[in-house]
């Protein structure tokens, strides 16, 4: 199959959405299918990479959002799909990207959308919040063949206004990168006798990053001697380092860490990972934790429950050092032989089967004429469009 994959929200260097793509995508091809990935960027590009081909169209950053870009030419993207003329469509943005589902079925062409994010948990807040987030979560299941859901948690947005079309597909870890026997820098950031926390993900405000720095201050209020590091870079870092200068607090901000090799030595070097966000449908900074034997402390709001199990400890509000303390009373070689267990059930190669089985019911429901006429033929040369 040629699997047409569109994306929006893909943060430049890192980030969750990013990782799946990868991973994704090279099982696909790997399984001996052609993933063309489309995603927003700073200048047109189209290469051939391991996760298959990738097509960047030149798009403008969205203010507010420290850097995220939008596909957002219509026209240009709907003419590069004519000439790339795929066998199944897989979305990974059901707001801005919604419309390809019915561009998908005028082509006979089926369509999945994948949902890498739950639009109650973002309008939880908003009024009238619940009723928007139905309104959307309708319109989305109709437009597509398909809604893949990562977690139950996910799904329940959909299941709540009776969508009949959902499959539930975990995500994966790379369980060999992220490993306990990853190399560790402790030393780097702690001293001897010192608890280290991690704060792994982007800096933005729907990840609620300000929920780390409240908690290292419970902790250290308390008598622990605590420090922090935060891996990651966004919007809300000056903000941050702001409040951790006039609070006093020992944290470090390490930035976007480059290589996936440094980032598990700094998650094995932990003794907890911190994952705050509540509208996480998934988590996989927190898993990729877990893999490498460290407990991780999460939002009870959030799908991370789920994922994490008895690994970790999940807590409401704004404040998550209770969780802190609880999975500290555990003895040590327990805690991460549970973390590094829990993580072994999910993996890559699952996950791309499970994908890939959703792809192949939804092109059996698919029509055989594609309506291509008159709209190119072949894939139009290496040119983006």
Known sequence: MRIARLANFVAPHSGGLRTALAELGAGYLAAGHEPVLVIPGERDSDRQTPQGRVITLRAPRVPFTGGYRVLWRRRRLARLLARLRP????????????????????????????SH??????????????????????????????????????????????????????????????????????????ADGQILLVHCGRLSAEKKPQRSLTTLATLRAGGLPVRLVVAGDGPLRPRLERRAARAGLPVTFAGFLPGRADLAALLASADVAIAPGPAETFGLAALEALACGTPVVVSAESALPEVAGEAGASVPGED????????????????????????????????????????????????????????????GGRRPG
């Open 87 to 114: 066998d199944v469509l897989e979305v990974s943005d059901r707001t801005t990207l919604r419309w390809t589902g019915t561009w998908a079925r005028e082509h006979g062409v089926p369509a999945v959308m994948v």
């Open 117 to 190: 994010e739950s639009v109650t948990a973002l309008f939880r807040r908003a009024p009238l919040g619940r009723a928007a987030a139905d309104w959307l979560n309708r319109r989305t299941a109709r437009a597509y063949g398909r809604v893949i859901c990562t977690t139950g948690w996910a799904a329940t947005e959909f299941e709540r206004i009776g969508a009949g079309n959902l499959a539930r597909v975990p995500l994966g870890v790379d369980l060999a990168t992220f490993t306990p026997g990853a190399s560790r820098v402790r030393a780097r950031y702690a």
């Open 320 to 379: 998550l050092a209770a969780g802190v303390r609880a999975v500290l009373t555990r003895p040590e070689p327990a805690r991460r032989a549970a973390a590094r267990a829990r993580a072994q059930r999910y993996d890559w190669g699952t996950a791309v089967h499970g994908f890939l089985e959703v792809h192949v019911a939804a092109s059996g429901q698919g029509g055989t004429e594609r309506a291509w006429a008159g709209e190119g033929a072949g894939t």
